[in-house]
C-alpha cells in the first residue's frame, strides 16, 4: 500500500490544512458534525485532502462509499450504484464520490441529477478546475462549493514529519533539512510529499553502522520541480499568467519576475511570451509605443534561443514593461468603438469617405465633396468622420503621460489656429 494510503487521516482533527474549512466551528466542519449531508463539490488542487473528507463524511455517517474517478466511470458504473437504492446495502443512504467530475460530458452529468434533487443519492464531487466553468450548471445549482486550498510550509513540514515517523525515521539518519525541503519543494500537495518520502526510503544509502541514510541531496532529486503545481490547461496555468500582468501593471518588477519565473520553470516559453505582447500593448501602450517592437524584439529572440537563454531576453521584456510609464487609453479606446458597432450594426458611411463612384439620380447631393487633409494647414481641415448616428462620440481619450500629453498639445495647437 504506498504511503499516502497508510497515513490517511480517519478523523478531521487528523487532516492537515483545510482549518478555514475544518476548524471548529467552521461551516464545512459543522455540516459534516449535524449528520445531515448535502450534495457538494470540493473544488482545489490535488492531493489536498478532498478524498480523505470525503472519506470521513461516508464513514461517520455510515453511508455506503462508493468513489468513482470521472476519468474512467461512465453512465454504467453509475447505474450500478444507482441501483443499490432502495436496497438493504443503502439503507444508510448512499454517498458518491465522483473524482475530477469535470471529465463527465453533460449527459453524464445529467444522468445524476433526478437521483441527487430527491435525496436517494449524496453527491460529493471533487475537482481541480474552476466548477463554475467546468461543471453542468443543473448539478452547480443543486450543490455547494468548498474551496480547498494547498497547505502553507508549516502545515507541510508536519505532514511530512508525521510520514517520517510511520516508518519509523528513527532508524534512519536524516541530513539536516530534508523535512524542510520536501515540505517546501512539494507545493502544497500532501500526496506529493508523501511520494517523496517514499522515495527517499526506498533509496536510502547504507551507512558503515547498517543505518539507512537519506541525505538532502537525495531529497532535492526526488522533489525536483514539483512545488510548481501548475496544469497547462488548469486554473493555475491562468492564476500565473494573470499575477505576472497585474504584477507588471502595477509596475512591481521583482513580482513580475517571480511569476515569469515560474512559467519559465514550468517550461511554457509560449504563453509567457505571448502574453508579453499583450500587455505591451494593452497596459503601457501609448504612454511609451516603442515599447511594442523591443518587447517583440525579446520574444523572438527567446523563442529562437530556447530555454535554458530564453529567460535572459524574457527577463529584459519583463523589467521594462514593469518600469515603464503605462497607459490603457488605447485598450479602452477599441473596446467603446467595438460596444458601438455591436449596438449600432453597419452604419451608413458619410458621403464624402466614400469611395468614387456614379450619383444615381435620387442622391440628394451630386458629388462626393472629400475636403484632402493635406491640402490645408497643419495638413487639417474639419470634417465629419463618423456616420450620422454616432458622430459626436469619442472613444479616445489622452492619457495622462509623455507621450499622449506630447500628441494632445498637438492637437490642440492646430484647433486653435483655426480659429
Same mark, same amino acid.
Given at each position: &500500500?504506498?504511503?499516502?494510503?497508510?497515513?490517511?487521516?480517519?478523523?478531521?482533527?487528523?487532516?492537515?490544512?483545510?482549518?478555514?474549512?475544518?476548524?471548529? @466551528?467552521?461551516?464545512?466542519?459543522?455540516?459534516?458534525?449535524?449528520?445531515?449531508?448535502?450534495? &457538494?463539490?470540493?473544488?482545489?488542487?490535488?492531493?489536498?485532502?478532498?478524498?480523505?473528507?470525503?472519506?470521513?463524511?461516508?464513514?461517520?455517517?455510515?453511508?455506503?462509499?462508493?468513489?468513482?474517478?470521472?476519468?474512467?466511470?461512465?453512465?454504467?458504473?453509475?447505474?450500478?450504484?444507482?441501483?443499490?437504492?432502495?436496497?438493504?446495502? $443503502? &439503507?444508510?443512504?448512499?454517498?458518491?464520490?465522483?473524482?475530477?467530475?469535470?471529465?463527465?460530458?453533460?449527459?453524464?452529468?445529467?444522468?445524476?441529477?433526478?437521483?441527487? /434533487?430527491?435525496?436517494?443519492?449524496?453527491?460529493?464531487?471533487?475537482?481541480? /478546475?474552476?466548477?463554475?466553468?467546468?461543471?453542468?450548471?443543473?448539478?452547480?445549482?443543486?450543490?455547494?462549493?468548498?474551496?480547498?486550498?494547498?497547505?502553507?510550509?508549516?502545515?507541510?513540514?508536519?505532514?511530512?514529519?508525521?510520514?517520517?515517523?510511520?516508518?519509523?525515521?528513527?532508524?534512519?539518519?536524516?541530513?539536516? $533539512?530534508?523535512?524542510?525541503?520536501?515540505?517546501?519543494?512539494?507545493?502544497?500537495?500532501?500526496?506529493?510529499?508523501?511520494?517523496?518520502?517514499?522515495?527517499?526510503?526506498?533509496?536510502?544509502?547504507?551507512?558503515?553502522?547498517?543505518?539507512?541514510?537519506?541525505?538532502?541531496?537525495?531529497?532535492?532529486?526526488?522533489?525536483?520541480?514539483?512545488? &510548481?503545481?501548475?496544469?497547462?490547461?488548469?486554473?493555475?496555468?491562468?492564476?500565473?499568467?494573470?499575477?505576472?500582468?497585474?504584477?507588471?501593471?502595477?509596475?512591481?518588477?521583482?513580482?513580475?519576475?517571480?511569476?515569469?519565473?515560474?512559467? =519559465?520553470?514550468?517550461?511554457?516559453?509560449?504563453?509567457?511570451?505571448?502574453?508579453?505582447?499583450?500587455?505591451?500593448?494593452?497596459?503601457?501602450?501609448?504612454?511609451?509605443?516603442?515599447?511594442?517592437?523591443?518587447?517583440?524584439?525579446?520574444?523572438?529572440?527567446?523563442?529562437?534561443? @530556447?530555454?535554458?537563454?530564453?529567460?535572459?531576453? =524574457?527577463?529584459?521584456?519583463?523589467?521594462?514593461?514593469?518600469?515603464?510609464?503605462?497607459?490603457?487609453?488605447?485598450?479602452?479606446?477599441?473596446?467603446?468603438?467595438?460596444?458601438?458597432?455591436?449596438?449600432?450594426?453597419?452604419?451608413?458611411?458619410?458621403?464624402?469617405?466614400?469611395?468614387?463612384?456614379?450619383?444615381?439620380?435620387?442622391?440628394?447631393?451630386? $458629388?462626393?465633396?472629400?475636403?484632402?487633409?493635406?491640402?490645408?494647414?497643419?495638413?487639417?481641415?474639419?470634417?465629419?468622420?463618423?456616420?450620422?448616428?454616432?458622430?459626436?462620440?469619442?472613444?479616445?481619450?489622452?492619457?495622462?503621460?509623455?507621450?499622449?500629453?506630447?500628441?494632445?498639445?498637438?492637437?490642440?495647437?492646430?484647433?486653435?489656429?483655426?480659429?
Amino acid at each position: &500500500m504506498p504511503l499516502a494510503e497508510q497515513i490517511r487521516p480517519k478523523t478531521l482533527d487528523d487532516i492537515f490544512g483545510q482549518k478555514h474549512l475544518l476548524a471548529k @466551528g467552521k461551516p464545512l466542519r459543522k455540516i459534516i458534525e449535524s449528520g445531515h449531508i448535502p450534495n &457538494m463539490i470540493f473544488y482545489g488542487s490535488s492531493g489536498i485532502g478532498k478524498t480523505t473528507v470525503a472519506r470521513i463524511i461516508a464513514e461517520q455517517t455510515n453511508m455506503s462509499f462508493h468513489p468513482l474517478n470521472a476519468t474512467q466511470a461512465g453512465i454504467s458504473d453509475m447505474k450500478s450504484i444507482f441501483s443499490e437504492v432502495g436496497t438493504f446495502a $443503502g &439503507m444508510n443512504g448512499i454517498l458518491l464520490y465522483l473524482d475530477e467530475i469535470q471529465y463527465l460530458n453533460k449527459k453524464q452529468q445529467q444522468s445524476l441529477l433526478p437521483y441527487i /434533487e430527491n435525496g436517494n443519492i449524496t453527491l460529493i464531487a471533487s475537482t481541480t /478546475e474552476n466548477p463554475y466553468f467546468s461543471i453542468y450548471h443543473a448539478i452547480i445549482s443543486r450543490c455547494t462549493v468548498f474551496e480547498f486550498k494547498p497547505l502553507n510550509f508549516s502545515e507541510m513540514q508536519k505532514a511530512v514529519e508525521r510520514a517520517f515517523q510511520k516508518i519509523n525515521y528513527t532508524d534512519f539518519i536524516l541530513e539536516d $533539512g530534508v523535512i524542510s525541503h520536501i515540505a517546501h519543494g512539494s507545493g502544497g500537495d500532501v500526496r506529493k510529499a508523501m511520494n517523496a518520502v517514499e522515495l527517499c526510503f526506498l533509496s536510502a544509502e547504507k551507512t558503515p553502522e547498517g543505518k539507512d541514510y537519506i541525505s538532502l541531496e537525495t531529497a532535492k532529486l526526488l522533489t525536483q520541480r514539483s512545488n &510548481m503545481n501548475y496544469d497547462r490547461d488548469g486554473d493555475s496555468h491562468y492564476d500565473i499568467l494573470s499575477a505576472l500582468q497585474k504584477s507588471i501593471r502595477g509596475s512591481d518588477e521583482n513580482a513580475a519576475l517571480h511569476y515569469a519565473a515560474r512559467l =519559465i520553470q514550468a517550461g511554457d516559453l509560449l504563453s509567457l511570451t505571448r502574453r508579453l505582447l499583450v500587455i505591451a500593448s494593452e497596459d503601457i501602450g501609448l504612454a511609451y509605443p516603442a515599447v511594442v517592437p523591443i518587447v517583440k524584439a525579446c520574444v523572438d529572440n527567446a523563442l529562437q534561443l @530556447g530555454l535554458p537563454e530564453a529567460r535572459i531576453p =524574457i527577463a529584459e521584456a519583463v523589467i521594462l514593461l514593469a518600469t515603464s510609464p503605462k497607459s490603457n487609453s488605447a485598450y479602452l479606446a477599441i473596446d467603446a468603438a467595438i460596444e458601438d458597432v455591436n449596438q449600432y450594426g453597419a452604419l451608413d458611411f458619410p458621403r464624402h469617405l466614400q469611395n468614387q463612384h456614379f450619383d444615381g439620380e435620387g442622391a440628394e447631393i451630386k $458629388g462626393q465633396h472629400y475636403l484632402y487633409p493635406h491640402d490645408y494647414p497643419n495638413h487639417y481641415v474639419p470634417q465629419q468622420y463618423l456616420p450620422d448616428e454616432i458622430k459626436d462620440h469619442v472613444y479616445y481619450h489622452f492619457g495622462e503621460n509623455k507621450h499622449e500629453q506630447a500628441a494632445f498639445a498637438y492637437r490642440q495647437n492646430i484647433l486653435k489656429n483655426l480659429k
